[in-house]
């Protein structure tokens, strides 16, 4: 645990008592956060002086009733980030870029849609999909997307452009030869030879 985690929570439980004990004295709650949160302002940490204090209004109100409902101790206010890991697998954002990849679509949301309106499925196709927009974009960026998006119409550039070329190719065959061989025509006269 980084140091000035413990260094927080002293801070905030500090501040914590001080708004309790003057808001039972008669002080407007409203008031003593401004003031603890102008106070802080401009101010860091002592022992890691490059990070910002950044209480701000919100964060000393929150701390406040996380405070109170810790049993007013500073280990209540110490931060315990923990990391919930992803439910989402790989395969469904690798068959969604495969669907980008072979259907244009003008947006990301609009190919999400798309592909879970096609019922792009999961697990060997037994159950649809579950994934948001939120999830998509956060593993599947932007960046990517607009590579794929300007790949894909040079794509419909070339492919104009060869289409335009094989019409052409077409055109000049034609006028130098025939659609089909000239019928053979049957002889003319009669040939009595036995």
Same mark, same amino acid.
């Given at each position: ?5 413990? &260094?927080?929570?002293?801070? +905030? ?13 008669? &002080?407007?709650? #409203? ?15 002592? @022992? ?13 109100? $929150? %701390? ?12 209540? *206010? ?16 690798? $068959? ?5 990849? %072979? ?6 949301? %609009? %190919? *999400? ?26 593993? *599947?960026?932007?960046? +990517?997307? $607009?590579?794929? #998006?300007? &790949? ?22 034609? &006028?130098? *030869? ?9 002889? @003319? ?6």
């Amino acid at each position: 645990m980084p140091g000035w985690f413990k &260094e927080r929570a002293d801070r +905030l439980h500090r501040i914590c008592c001080s708004i309790d004990s003057r808001s039972r004295r008669g &002080e407007k709650l #409203r008031r003593l956060v401004y003031w603890f949160a102008w106070n802080s302002k401009g101010k860091s940490y002592k @022992c890691d002086s490059e990070r910002p204090l950044n209480f701000t209004r919100g964060v000393i109100r $929150r %701390a406040l009733y996380t405070w109170r409902l810790g049993g007013q101790v500073p280990a209540a *206010l110490i931060p315990r980030y923990k990391s919930h890991g992803s439910k989402l697998t790989a395969l469904p954002i690798i $068959r969604i870029v495969d669907f980008l990849t %072979a259907c244009p679509q003008p947006t990301l949301k %609009a %190919a *999400l849609t798309r592909f879970t309106a096609l019922g792009g499925r999961g697990r060997g196709g037994i159950r649809p999909l579950k994934i948001s927009y939120d999830q998509l974009r956060r593993h *599947l960026p932007a960046s +990517l997307f $607009r590579k794929v #998006r300007i &790949e894909q119409r040079a794509l419909a550039v070339a492919s104009k452009n060869l289409n335009a070329l094989r019409i052409g190719a077409i055109a000049d065959i034609r &006028e130098r *030869l025939p659609d089909r061989q000239p019928r053979p025509r049957a002889k @003319c006269g009669n040939d009595f030879q036995i």
